[in-house]
């Protein structure tokens, strides 16, 4: 095991998150039947941008009620969106309770720590991943389109 590697292990192990890390497996929440596959970015917490993100979810969502998977891959100021106390909270809650995941950055979150001296307190529902890039990445690879509104 490289230096890297170690490191990495030792903090998934130290913070918690490597036992609900999903970055290599497909979302919790996809459909099984889903013919249309959408990874939608979120790395900007600006609100008008997580209301974009809550708006294309809900529109694809009534398009492709029984056919879609979606996954929100938020990193940078994009975990924003996936704090507890969020403004967006409900409207992330309602999405996840139709099937769409959240998934954080767990690297970001990890920086925010050490910037600030404590981890923000995360929504339950988010999953979180090791990095948010390689996430997409891996989505990519499995059929996912990439869209970054």
């Known amino acids: 095991m490289d230096r890297r590697t170690a490191l990495i292990a030792a903090a998934a192990i130290t913070t918690g998150w490597a036992t609900r890390s999903r970055a290599a497996t497909p979302p919790d929440n996809a459909n099984p ?46 975990v924003r969106i996936l704090y507890a106390n969020a403004v967006l909270r409900e409207a992330v809650d309602s999405l996840v309770a139709q099937g769409v995941e959240f998934d954080v950055c767990m690297n970001t979150i990890d920086t925010i720590a050490r910037k600030t001296g404590h981890a923000p307190k995360l929504n339950p529902h988010a ?13 990519v690879a499995k059929g996912y389109i990439l869209v970054r509104p």
Do not use: C, E, W
């Not at 398009?63 to 891959?73: G, K, L």
């Not at 999953?127 to 989505?139: H, Q, T």
């Open 33 to 78: 039947f889903a013919t249309h596959k959408l990874v939608l970015q979120l790395s900007d917490g600006s609100m008008a941008k997580q209301n974009t993100i809550i708006s294309a979810a809900n529109s694809v969502l009534k398009d492709y009620p029984d056919t879609v998977s979606i996954v929100v891959v938020a990193f940078g100021p994009g």
């Open 127 to 139: 999953v979180p991943v090791p990095y948010g890039i390689p996430r997409i990445m891996a989505l």
